[in-house]
């Protein structure tokens, strides 16, 4: 049930608005929907970055789905503007700073760096009224940035007072699905694990400190139906501070095994998300997975993890902007016991085992993405 409050001055700290829970269908995981909104504004015609009504959102950690429902609708004296000219409204999206923008086409001097941004262009189906929708899918957390405008004025005098002037408001909202319960996996440690035959994928997280100059995810002793096999039928995917996407690091480990997948310099301090995804076959898929880290802070010396820090600076990035389907969300494997690591793959004798933060993984009330790796 949707549980409206009243909206607060355009400079109030977001409030949460709706909170749901429920099960996943073909998991043991726990999603927790929340809904943010802005209080809507009067937009302007753009002549100048000063002309830009800009919004702020947070985005949650282990956001699996973020929706901006985008609400535009006229006024005039008070009342609906049914008779207000129909003006496009362009929005622009960035994660981690406002966006660079260039309505009016101008060029930028020579050597410079325009960071990527989105852009969505609202028309009128309604006479006083439009809605319309952005999605993107695992977007990285923390700071994102609305910027919307109307079109660049075409420059008609008119005369105050003769007619009331038309007001175009402007109302951003946010639905995140966020997934609770993410399986954690520790440097140094295999774990076993299995995706049935009506999951397609398994997903985990491990958190990488200071110094690491190394990331391996390994993944050994595959078997279908309690059989070992020579190719095993999934993929391996990483990716830095969200789950991974379509364009993430990946491996097929049909063609290797062991099935390694390595990171070089990997982004200190954050939680990297590694997704095991089947193939469509009619069995159950079963593996040990583990993770391994080179630590760079001793000169020739390589460990299975480092000391832990106490902050979690994650930066901001993209994730993938794509329609919203609750069917494709990924299932989540549940954590078993842990087993230390006595494979022949991990050899270090002087390896220790770190505790990521767990406060931010059963976190159920949240406080209100460069390009994707």
């Known amino acids: 049930m949707w549980q409206l409050e009243r909206l607060g001055s355009g400079c109030s700290p977001p409030r949460l608005l709706l909170l749901v829970y429920y099960l996943c269908a073909l998991g043991d995981c726990l999603f927790v929907t929340e809904y943010f909104t802005r209080t809507p504004r009067k937009l302007n015609a753009f002549n100048s970055f000063a002309s830009v009504e800009l919004f702020h959102f947070n985005v949650p950690d282990d956001t699996m789905m973020a929706v901006w429902n985008l609400i535009t609708f006229k006024e005039q004296g008070g009342t609906f503007g049914d008779s207000c000219p129909n003006r496009n409204v362009t929005v622009y999206f960035r994660s981690g700073a406002p966006p660079v923008i260039n309505p009016l086409h101008t060029s930028f001097p020579r050597d410079t760096v325009v960071p990527g941004s989105f852009a969505v262009t609202l028309t009128w189906t309604l006479p006083n009224r439009t809605t319309g929708a952005f999605n993107v899918t695992s977007p990285l957390p923390g700071d994102w940035f609305l910027a919307a405008h109307l079109p660049k004025d075409e420059g008609k005098i008119s005369v105050k007072g003769l007619s ?44 990488i400190p200071n110094y690491i100059s190394k990331v391996k995810v390994q993944l050994v002793n595959c078997s279908t139906k309690n059989r070992s096999s020579d190719s095993c039928p999934v993929v391996l995917k990483i990716r830095a501070r969200a789950p991974p996407v379509h364009n993430s690091s990946a491996l097929d480990c049909r063609e290797w095994n062991p099935c390694e997948l390595d990171t070089l310099v990997p982004a200190w301090e954050q939680w990297y998300y590694i997704l095991v995804e089947r193939y469509l076959t009619n069995s159950n898929v079963y593996f040990r997975i583990g993770v391994q880290v080179t630590d760079c802070s001793k000169t020739n010396l390589s460990k299975d993890q480092s000391q832990p820090s106490s902050s979690m600076n994650m930066p901001q990035s993209f994730g993938t902007a794509m329609g919203f389907s609750l069917s494709e969300t990924l299932s989540v494997a549940s954590l078993p016991s842990l087993t230390q690591n006595d494979s022949h793959l991990h050899n270090s004798e002087d390896s220790i085992i770190y505790l990521p933060p767990h406060g931010r993984l059963q976190q159920v009330l949240a406080h209100p993405s460069d390009p994707a790796q």
């Not at 408001?169 to 694990?193: A, E, K, T």
């Open 164 to 207: 009331e002037e038309c007001q175009y408001l402007f109302q951003p909202q946010l639905i995140v699905q966020r997934l609770v319960g993410i399986s954690v996996l520790y440097p140094g440690y295999f774990i076993d694990q299995m995706i049935p035959v009506h999951n397609r994928s398994a997903l985990y997280k491990v958190f």
